[in-house]
Structure formats: C-alpha cells, structure tokens
C-alpha cells in the first residue's frame, strides 16, 4: 500500500507572551492507504496539535507534513447545527464547498441511506440519540469523499455502552468505505478495537516513542477483537508503555 500522509522529522512550538512550548519533537510517521492508525500518549503530550498538522491548520516548525489525499476532520462532538435538518448538516461540507453536481448530494443522501439515517433525513438534531447524532456527523465528513479520515476523539462525549456500539457503527462504515483513518485518542481498549496500527507517543515534546502492527487474524470487528485472547496482552504492552 502506498503512504497517503507522512510527518518527516516535524516539530511544533507554540509561542505565548512569555515562552516556547514545544509541542512535538523530531516526529516521524506514515499512514498508508486504507490503514487505521491509532495514536496515543499522555495527557498534553500533543496529540491534538498532531491532527490539526495533518488537517493544515498548523504549520510545522521544522520538518513537514505531506497528504496526498483530500482530508475530512471530525470532532470529538458532533458539531450538527441545531437548526438543519440531519440532512442538510450532512450536505454542509458540500455547501460550503459550492459543490452543486446532482450526482454528489445524491451519493452523500444514498450514504446516509445506507447506514441507517433514512428515517431521520428530516429530523433535527435534539430528536436523535448521541449515537445516532455521531453517525450524522461522520456521514457529513464523508460527504465531500475524503481520502484520509481525522479522528480527534470522536467517542470521548459519549456513554460506555452508546460508545461501543457507535465505535463498531464507525468502524464498519469506514472498512466498507474503504478509508483510510487517524484516530487520537486516550483510550486504550478503544486503540486496541479499532486500530490496525498503533503509535504511542512520548510526554511533550511528543515523539513516537513505539509502533506495534496489532494482530488479530484478520478480526476488525470492535466488539469481536475485544472478545479475544490477544486484547488483554495489547492492553498490558500499551498500558506499560505509556505509563513508562
């Protein structure tokens, strides 16, 4: 598979009034095309900072970042404006965009068909449930056919169990879709369900301090991979590791 996004020896300060902050630290990865990284790290280690590199809203300090792909961001809310319809906040990035082809709003409201929000095309945000508002959301940042998914922890808002079956929902959209992903997150069973890959980072200055491939014989199902074996043994490698 080829490499679709890449940091290549990038560092990030912040400047305030009074100092530095060095965010990251001669960090280096690479995503390839329909992978899903997870990364994790500590509390302010600059995993925020990470995405908003690869979205382009920052510029690197030194090193770069390089995306060969359109890139769609979604939140850790859901972010739907109360007064659309779940219809139209699915249409927004294309409004936003001025994308007017037929064919495009036809393929985004056949999406949302697909996965289970036909019924709720005229409905507004306060009448669906948090997990079926999240699914809204991540059907509106496919709307525009990304080809690299940002995840900045996108399941942190809601309940335990509303969380995991949302994170399988999530999961088999993007596997069908066939979209490559890169999710944040500080929650290590979550990385372990999803993730194809893993990167744990170091305390800020943020470097990848560890890289596993997670083997699971092929199982991506979420719910599935948390019913096997090697998920307690992944959980106690990462737990060690970012709690070194």
């Known amino acids: 598979m080829n490499e679709i996004l890449t940091f290549d020896h990038v560092s990030y300060i912040y400047h305030t009034k009074r100092d530095e902050i060095e965010a990251l630290n001669d960090l280096s990865f690479s995503v390839r ?13 600059g995993k925020s900072t990470l995405l908003s590199l690869a979205a ?19 939140l850790q809310r859901d972010e739907l404006f109360p007064w ?29 068909v697909k996965y289970g929000l036909g019924e709720f095309l005229a409905s507004y945000p ?17 709307a525009s056919d990304p080809d690299v998914l940002l995840l900045d922890e ?14 399988e929902d999530v999961a088999a959209i993007l596997r069908k879709e ?15 369900s999803l993730a194809d890959r893993v ?4 305390a800020r200055p943020a ?23 090697a998920f307690s043994g992944w959980f106690e490698i990462l737990w060690k590791e970012l709690n070194a």
């Not at 030194?62 to 769609?72: F, L, T, Y």
């Not at 066939?178 to 372990?192: F, G, N, P, V």
């Not at 990848?208 to 074996?229: C, I, Q, T, W, Y």
Request: proline residues 4%; charged residues 20%.
């Open 126 to 142: 306060f009448q669906l449930s948090g997990g079926m508002r999240q699914r809204a959301a991540l059907i509106r940042t496919l």
């Open 33 to 45: 095309e329909g992978e899903f990284v997870a990364v994790i790290g500590p509390s302010g280690c």
């Open 178 to 192: 066939k979209k490559t992903a890169l999710l944040i997150t500080h929650d290590i069973s979550e990385t372990i």
């Open 154 to 167: 996108p399941f942190s808002a809601l309940d335990y169990q509303t969380r995991l079956n949302v994170t």
């Open 56 to 74: 382009g809203l920052l510029t690197p300090s030194a090193g770069s970042v390089n995306c060969s792909g359109s890139v769609g961001y979604m």
């Open 84 to 112: 659309l319809t779940i219809e139209k906040n699915i249409y927004l990035p294309l409004t936003i965009k001025h994308i007017k082809t037929k064919e495009i709003y036809e393929r985004a409201r056949a999406r949302a």
């Open 199 to 202: 990167l744990v980072l170091t």
């Open 207 to 229: 470097r990848v301090a560890h890289a596993h491939e997670l083997m699971f014989d092929g199982v991506v199902n979420p719910l599935k991979r948390r019913e096997m074996s």
